[in-house]
């Protein structure tokens, strides 16, 4: 039996790459129905920087209660390559915004199921504004 396809979302999210080089997505969302309306698109409300710094006030340790790596309190926000989801509403689309790095078939695929995408129209282009310092 198959697991429920998760909701629609909208969201922000980062690419974390470990000392061994292993790939690991973390993300904030919002379901569709409870996107905030900017122009003529639906998105997350928060930021990548306030997002990132609520993150690593908890500490190592309590970002392993929540399930996030310990990893992200060593961190600035702009460290990881990141990238955004938002819903295009006169194309009735979703557009992935993604760190050139994070474009590849694999992470794609792995954004696309967090954000419950894989039975919705979607696109992925790149922006300026989510490329990592690193």
Known sequence: MRAPEPEPSVGIFWGLRDGGGAWELVHAATPLAQAEPYGDCLTYPGAHYEVW????????????????????????????????????????CFTIFADRRLQRPEMIGWIVQLFGLAERCHVVRSDAHYRSLS
């Not at 970002?63 to 194309?91: C, D, K, N, S, W």
């Open 53 to 92: 710094e609520g993150w690593r006030r908890l500490r190592p340790a309590g970002l392993r209660a929540r399930g996030l790596p310990a990893m992200i309190a060593a961190y600035e926000y702009e460290h990881f390559p990141r990238g955004r989801v938002v819903y295009m509403r006169t194309e009735d």
